[in-house]
T-cell receptor, first 115, second 112 residues
Framework: DAAVTQKPRYLIKMKGQEAEMKCIPEKGHTAVFWYQQKQSKELKFLIYFQNQQPLDQIDMVKERFSAVCPSSSLCSLGIRTCEAEDSALYLC?????????????FGPGTRLTVL | GQGVEQPAKLMSVEGTFARVNCTYSTSGFNGLSWYQQREGQAPVFLSYVVLDGLKDSGHFSTFLSRSNGYSYLLLTELQIKDSASYLCAVRDLGSNYNVLYFGSGTKLTVEP
């Protein structure tokens, strides 16, 4: 089972609606990442949090998404106004910056479908 | 992203081996990771390399050549259950060194 938890697993929204997905990182991990994966495509980096602070994000996230990590045990990624192109698997991952910092743990993902 | 390239598909036969290639082009290099991903599931960490050479981890081995921007994942004694996508990801010091930049993955099919 994945050490990182994501909810919901599946999300269906109409174009123009708001969407929200949640991530519970592995306990003790201080770094949280969000990625977007479209069918048969690479994982696309979206945003990176360190100790609940956003340190890096792509322009698309700044413009249309909302992402917060109010605590070390819960993060969320939201889309203010869904578009068809947002249909994808959204993966959350966390890292332990200790000895095993190379291993990035991924959650099972939230599959968003925008109709 | 960040110039990480992998062949889209690879086929091999049960009991033999498969080599998944990855080439990358980054302004700075801070390690390369390999992940296995099954359809609809989360990527699972397999290996991390930062120094040149071959790293043997049993069923999986990884090779890195930093001067050539090249790595491969070698799977030996293939089983049908090894059929999955294998993702190569690079940490680029030139951008945010904490971020992994992924290739599109290589879908490996192991036939009987």
């Amino acid at each position: 089972d994945a050490a990182v938890t994501q909810k919901p697993r599946y999300l269906i929204k109409m174009k123009g609606q708001e969407a929200e997905m949640k991530c519970i990182p592995e306990k003790g991990h201080t770094a949280v990442f969000w990625y977007q994966q479209k069918q048969s495509k690479e994982l696309k980096f979206l945003i990176y949090f360190q100790n609940q602070q956003p340190l890096d994000q792509i322009d698309m996230v700044k413009e249309r998404f909302s992402a917060v990590c109010p605590s070390s045990s819960l993060c969320s990624l939201g889309i203010r106004t869904c578009e068809a192109e947002d249909s994808a698997l959204y993966l959350c991952s966390s890292i332990d910056w200790g000895e095993n910092y190379a291993e990035q743990f991924f959650g099972p993902g939230t599959r968003l479908t925008v109709l | 992203g960040q110039g990480v390239e992998q062949p889209a598909k690879l086929m091999s036969v049960e009991g033999t081996f498969a080599r998944v290639n990855c080439t990358y082009s980054t302004s700075g290099f801070n390690g390369l990771s390999w992940y296995q991903q099954r359809e609809g599931q989360a990527p699972v960490f397999l290996s991390y390399v930062v120094l040149d050479g071959l790293k043997d981890s049993g069923h999986f081995s990884t090779f890195l050549s930093r001067s050539n921007g090249y790595s491969y994942l070698l799977l030996t004694e293939l089983q049908i259950k090894d059929s999955a996508s294998y993702l190569c990801a690079v940490r680029d010091l030139g951008s945010n060194y904490n971020v992994l930049y992924f290739g599109s993955g290589t879908k490996l099919t192991v036939e009987p």
